[in-house]
């Protein structure tokens, strides 16, 4: 373990006596966190984030009408479409505003909204008259603000809901305590007062609020933070890859000038060997995440409360990259080879993975294929801690699969490494 | 005498990328005594380094086995290692760092560390007379001095056995003559066993104590230089040089068979347009016993076939003659 130190230490050496490279791993990265981070929001200035839903209201009626209105009410963060929309086309219509079932839910499909809201037709009399009446509720499970949705037509419907039992025992009252309602009409606007009062207060209750995002001003999240808390973790980990992939180059050109050779005529075992160029790697890949953290950090950016979690997510996925880096390096013959694979594997993973933008706003296809990329197994780690206030245990399943990946990796890399 | 390395039934065989074998060692059998100067001669391509690898650990056998002072290489490769220090043809070292880091990292690699490591260092340096440079990087130093931090690398743990693949190779004159004296001092100062591989005869007729003549992949001679330039007897080598001048086959049989004393006539062509020509291309080489005799009818035949000889040189028997006399090759090809 000695000599693997050692090998290791000699090379940061030689790594941090070429100025170049601390171009590559400090002035770089830091520019493209913070231009990325720009790029996704950083200075929009802290306007809530709107969150699509798009409502199709077939019944047109006041009560219809009221529960759009409670909708808007139970959660002032939701865009309901195309009532929202105004003149900047907050919904993304377009020209044409009006929006069928049929547009809605291709809307869904296309991840244009993160849910419908289907108003049957009858939905006031139904409701009147006491009989069930279901609102549709259509989502796309892959996206998470859907929930935010679902929560505000929960409440709505169960707020209706208990308006409607208010109307109607009131109406079993006044037939059964005497009231002299004879008169259906007066009966009827009876219950229709009952029915608005009990809204009302409904309306006025307190525990309405439960439903509301901003009752959890821990995960509000600021546009600083929407920016550079999306730009910190995906340029870390591209320049991660950018860094830890430059092994691919060096290795070729040390086995050139036979520095690898001379080490294996040495008395070094291969594995020792293997294990100080592995952690050389692995150091700088720390180092790079670390560069672009310290300056996240300087930028505002809130890591989460658990730093613990933050710092797993960050090993495994540099441990997963140096596995794979070593892996491909057995592939490769030339220094020209290295550059070009260098540079294609770093520059597909990091957009496949959601590192320059979040995989929620790419068509769902994408969303899957970018799951064969380390960095979308990262950012989930990540974002669960940035944005959702996750923990140890929200990233155990991301972290698990990098460091599955890493073993596999590894196990090529070691069966395949040339030493001469 | 004590056997420092020995080599039995040594093989390679690579597999080339359409699946064919290509066999570059072909089972050597080779004894290196030590305190000797061993040098293993041949042209380039002729399996030297192939077999320094494997002596040394770089390459894994497909059959036979070393020992380096008893230690299998194949089965005790860091007991073994430790008694090696290794002088790559390559400049095997990390440009950016200084001669000095150089020598502490590969130190360090050989076991060293502290007191020991920076005495070794410094010993080193001045072995190798480097010692006011030793704060200066590697990539600016001259390619001799190069070379010597190369060579001073593979004596920082005072091997019993330094092997040094061609270690002139792209150096000037003077700082060749100063790594063929820091080869006899090794031998000399420190008793160390020496490994040389070289494809110039100068080389291996000045250090050796003995020379194995290998070519594709086999030892095709063995012994001091003395003994095997017995082999060739008592003939000269005469080197007609005539330049680009075709000489045709029926040439060199008429020389072979109308001038006395003559046992082989051979001509090397010049290479080709551009190419880096050594001084024995576009020359005819005549073995023959009491060369300068024959001379006179050699240039007659070449006259008679339109041939211009620009000039001759008569050479005393040496390695090259041997080599050319087993192979009917010049050493160079």
């Known amino acids: 373990m000695r000599k693997a130190l050692d090998i290791a230490l000699n090379d940061l050496r030689v790594f941090f006596k070429d100025r170049g490279n601390l171009v590559g791993l400090i002035v770089v990265p830091i520019v493209m966190t913070i231009v990325v981070g720009i790029g996704n929001g950083a200075l929009a200035g802290d306007a809530p984030q709107r969150v699509r839903v798009d409502v199709v209201d077939a019944d047109g009626t006041a009560l219809s009408a009221g529960f759009i209105e409670g909708l808007r009410a139970a959660n002032r963060t939701l865009a309901l479409c195309p009532f929202d929309s105004g003149e900047d086309d907050l919904c993304g219509l377009g020209d044409d505003r009006t929006l069928t079932l049929a547009r809605a839910l291709e809307r869904l499909v296309a991840a244009n909204t993160t849910a419908v809201v289907e108003i049957p037709a009858g939905f006031e009399a139904k409701l009147q008259a006491g009989e069930p009446v279901n609102v549709i509720y259509h989502a796309n499970d892959a996206l998470s603000a859907q929930n935010i949705a679902l929560q505000a037509v929960q409440a709505v419907a169960g707020r209706m809901g208990g308006a409607q039992v208010a109307s109607a025992l009131a109406g079993r009252l006044a037939d059964s305590d005497g009231l002299a309602l004879t008169d259906p009409a007066a009966r009827a606007a009876f219950q229709q007062s009952a029915y608005e009062r009990a809204a009302e207060l409904w309306s006025a209750d307190p525990a309405a609020v439960a439903y509301r995002l901003s009752a959890q001003p821990e995960t509000r999240i600021t546009s600083r933070q929407a920016g550079f808390g999306q730009s910190v973790p995906g340029m870390g980990s591209m320049f991660v890859m950018f860094t830890v992939f430059g092994a691919l180059y060096v290795l070729i050109r040390e086995r050139a000038n036979w520095t690898i050779q001379r080490l294996v005529m040495m008395p070094v075992s291969r594995g020792q060997i293997l294990a100080g160029k592995i952690l050389t790697w692995f150091t700088l890949g720390v180092i790079q995440f670390l560069v672009v953290f310290a ?126 | 005498m004590q056997t420092m390395v020995e080599v039995r039934g040594l093989a390679k065989t690579f597999r080339r990328a359409d699946g064919t074998a290509v066999q570059a060692v072909k089972g050597i059998d080779l004894d290196i005594f030590k305190g000797e100067v061993f040098s293993l001669l041949g042209p380039n391509g002729a399996g030297k380094t192939t077999t320094i690898s494997m002596i040394s650990g770089l390459l894994t056998p497909t059959v036979g086995d070393a020992t380096i002072g008893g230690h299998s290489i194949t089965r005790q490769p860091t007991q073994a290692k430790r008694l090696l220090g290794v002088v790559p043809q390559e400049i095997a070292l990390y440009p950016t760092l200084t001669a000095r880091q150089n020598l502490e ?24 007379d480097l010692r006011d440079r030793q704060k200066d990087r590697v990539e600016t130093f001259s390619g001799g001095m190069k070379r010597r931090v190369n060579i001073g690398v593979g004596l920082l743990h005072k091997p019993q056995l330094v092997y040094m693949d061609e270690p002139t190779v792209g150096v000037d004159p003077q700082s060749r003559r100063r790594i063929l004296d820091t080869v006899m001092r090794l031998k000399e100062e420190r008793g160390m066993t020496v490994l040389y591989t070289t494809h110039l005869m100068e080389e291996a007729q000045e250090l050796s104590n003995r020379v194995g003549i290998i070519d594709h992949g086999q030892i095709i001679a063995m ?69 300068r005799r024959a001379l006179p009818q050699l240039i007659q035949i070449a006259m008679e076939a339109g041939i211009e000889i620009q000039s001759v040189e008569v050479r005393e028997p040496d390695l090259e003659a041997v080599f050319l006399h087993l192979t009917g090759r010049a050493l160079r090809d």
């Open chain 2, 105 to 128: 990292f590969f130190g360090r690699m050989y076991g060293l560390s502290g007191k020991a490591l920076a005495t070794s260092v410094d010993e080193v340096l001045e072995f190798i």
């Open chain 1, 295 to 420: 300056a996240g950090l300087a930028l505002g950016v809130n890591f989460g409360k658990d730093l613990l979690a933050l710092a797993v997510v960050m090993l495994a996925f540099t441990l997963c990259v140096t596995a794979l880096a070593f892996a491909v390096s057995t592939l490769l013959k030339t220094e020209i080879q290295a550059n070009s694979i260098s540079l294609l594997l770093a520059l597909t993973l990091a957009p496949l993975g959601g590192a320059w933008w979040p995989l929620d706003i790419v068509p769902p296809f994408m969303q899957t294929l970018g799951r064969i990329s380390p960095v979308a197994w990262a950012m989930d780690g990540f974002r669960s801690l940035l944005f959702e206030g996750g923990n140890l245990g929200t990233v155990l399943l991301p972290s698990a699969v990098l460091l599955a990946a890493a073993g596999v990796f590894f196990a090529l890399a070691v069966r395949r490494f040339r030493y001469d």
């Open chain 2, 223 to 291: 012994g001091t230089v003395g003994d095997l330039i017995q082999k060739v007897g008592e003939e000269d080598r005469l080197f007609l040089k005539v330049g680009d001048q075709a000489v045709s086959d029926e040439v060199l049989r008429r020389i072979q068979e109308r001038v006395p004393g003559v046992t082989r006539a051979v001509y090397d062509p010049p290479g080709a347009e551009g190419e880096d020509r050594s001084n024995t291309s576009g020359v005819i080489i005549v073995s023959a016993k009491r060369g």
